[in-house]
């Protein structure tokens, strides 16, 4: 029997970048977790960051399959609010960021909820001998782009209406934000800024959006100048010359790694600013290790990858004909790629140091995960989106050339 399918090569490019930054992430990530006289003992594997990132590696692309295939139409509001597996989604982040930061006041969870470099971020769940642990502010960030994907596309022009479609979308928002603060300042921003972003490509009036800007410029500036941490930072970020072995550590080493590498670098796993020098070498830090082991063109590969991401997520967009498709799309390639430019202009120093992982690249289960499966929406939107004219014809498992109906 002959069947017509699509052809998809704008969805089959996407996984091939994707599937590259994991694979290039999962082997820095490896030679980044080095360390003199460690030696591997296989029952403890789930321990070491480089042999987690390796399981963590074909479960992504497992992820990123399987969600290629699901229809992305499932996730709008066509079938109403409550039927939507999105709001559900997001019921659950808000949740679990209360559990998180009910911990903060009142320690009912020490044992799930840890505290990590002064902060409580991670839900630790025991799975036998092992502790998984995952990051809700980072399934926070999804659910929110996911939410207002869909709500943008239900609501139309609608969402030009201030009190009864505007505000209450921002509300929605301000909660997960204000749940995030307190614990993830950078997250927090993150997902804000990429709200506001969303609404403004959804038609939304400017003058709606920018009146609560300076309201949000007080509480961003009182919740840097309430940390002395933060405050530290910028500090440290104004004058890179000063503290250079306390604050301004971290931000010198990655330029040192940087600058170390020179065209071609050292070659893969002759770095040295991975033995205590780089810390977060193997998570915020992983784009300074790939410059000094692979050096200017290991740097500007990575970076192209992003482009050619951006680029055919770009061409997704444009070719998509479903309103919710084009906001769904768009928001998940801005997520990737403003998150992509902050993490490596925190490298290069161009901005001041803040914990925001490399997409693909940095080590982490939750947020490869996340990110493997939101690109596995974006590739379904991708096929879906393809131009309905060029097909290719099967007969009991033969391909035969494209034609044109």
């Known amino acids: 029997m002959i069947t017509a399918t699509r052809n998809n090569p704008a969805a089959d490019c996407i996984a091939m970048v994707i599937v590259l930054l994991m694979a290039i992430g999962t082997v820095f990530v490896f030679s980044a977790s080095a360390n003199v006289g460690q030696e591997f003992e296989l029952q403890r594997f789930y321990e070491y960051t480089g042999l987690r990132q390796i399981l963590f590696f074909p479960l992504a692309c497992g992820v990123m399959y399987f969600l290629s295939g699901v229809d992305y139409r499932k996730l709008s509001?066509?079938?109403?609010?409550?039927?939507?597996?999105?709001?559900?989604?997001l019921l659950l982040s808000v949740v679990l960021l209360a559990v998180v930061l009910l911990q903060r006041f009142f320690p009912v969870f020490p044992r799930f909820v840890p505290e990590i470099n002064d902060h409580f971020r991670w839900?630790?769940?025991?799975?036998?001998?092992?502790?998984?642990?995952?990051?809700?502010?980072?399934?926070?960030?999804?659910?929110?782009?996911?939410?207002?994907?869909?709500?943008?596309?239900?609501?139309?022009?609608?969402?030009?209406?201030?009190?009864?479609?505007?505000?209450?979308?921002?509300?929605?928002?301000?909660?997960?934000?204000?749940?995030?603060?307190?614990?993830?300042?950078?997250?927090?921003?993150?997902?804000t800024?990429?709200?506001?972003?969303?609404?403004?490509?959804?038609?939304?009036?400017?003058?709606?959006?920018?009146?609560?800007?300076?309201?949000?410029?007080?509480?961003?500036?009182?919740?840097?100048?309430?940390?002395?941490?933060?405050?530290?930072?910028?500090?440290?970020?104004?004058?890179?010359?000063?503290?250079?072995?306390?604050?301004?550590?971290?931000?010198?080493?990655?330029?040192?790694?940087?600058?170390?590498?020179?065209?071609?670098?050292?070659g893969l796993g002759r770095g040295i600013c991975?033995?205590?020098?780089?810390?977060?070498?193997?998570?915020?830090?992983?784009?300074?290790?790939?410059?000094?082991?692979?050096?200017?063109?290991g740097n500007a590969a990575v970076i192209l990858l992003f482009i050619l991401f951006v680029w055919l997520g770009i061409l997704v967009v444009m070719r998509c004909r479903d309103r919710f498709g084009q906001f769904l799309a768009g928001g998940i390639v801005l997520a990737i790629a403003i998150q992509a430019v902050l993490n490596i202009a925190v490298v290069t120093v161009v901005v001041p140091t803040k914990g925001i992982p490399l997409p693909f690249v940095s080590a982490g289960g939750t947020s490869m995960l996340l990110s493997a499966a939101a690109v596995g929406v974006l590739m379904n939107i991708a096929k879906q989106a393809q131009d309905p004219s060029i097909k290719t014809y099967t007969l009991q498992g033969s391909e035969f050339p494209r034609v044109r109906s």
């Not at 995952?134 to 999804?142: G, H, I, Y």
């Not at 209450?168 to 300042?185: R, T």
């Not at 830090?285 to 063109?297: R, S």
Request: aromatic share 12%; with cysteine; proline share 6%.
């Open 77 to 89: 509001l066509a079938n109403g609010w409550s039927r939507n597996p999105t709001i559900y989604l």
């Open 123 to 191: 839900i630790k769940v025991p799975l036998g001998p092992i502790n998984v642990s995952f990051q809700p502010s980072e399934l926070a960030k999804w659910a929110v782009i996911f939410f207002l994907a869909a709500a943008c596309a239900r609501f139309g022009d609608e969402i030009r209406l201030f009190f009864t479609r505007f505000v209450p979308i921002c509300l929605v928002v301000g909660v997960v934000a204000g749940l995030v603060i307190v614990e993830d300042f950078g997250t927090a921003a993150f997902i």
């Open 193 to 266: 800024m990429l709200a506001l972003l969303m609404l403004i490509i959804a038609g939304a009036r400017l003058w709606h959006i920018l009146p609560p800007l300076p309201v949000a410029g007080i509480v961003f500036y009182q919740a840097i100048a309430s940390s002395p941490t933060r405050m530290n930072r910028l500090s440290g970020f104004l004058h890179l010359e000063k503290w250079t072995d306390t604050i301004n550590y971290q931000p010198n080493q990655s330029l040192i790694a940087l600058g170390s590498g020179g065209l071609l670098g050292k």
């Open 274 to 297: 991975k033995y205590d020098h780089l810390p977060e070498d193997t998570t915020d830090f992983i784009f300074a290790i790939i410059g000094e082991e692979l050096g200017f063109v």
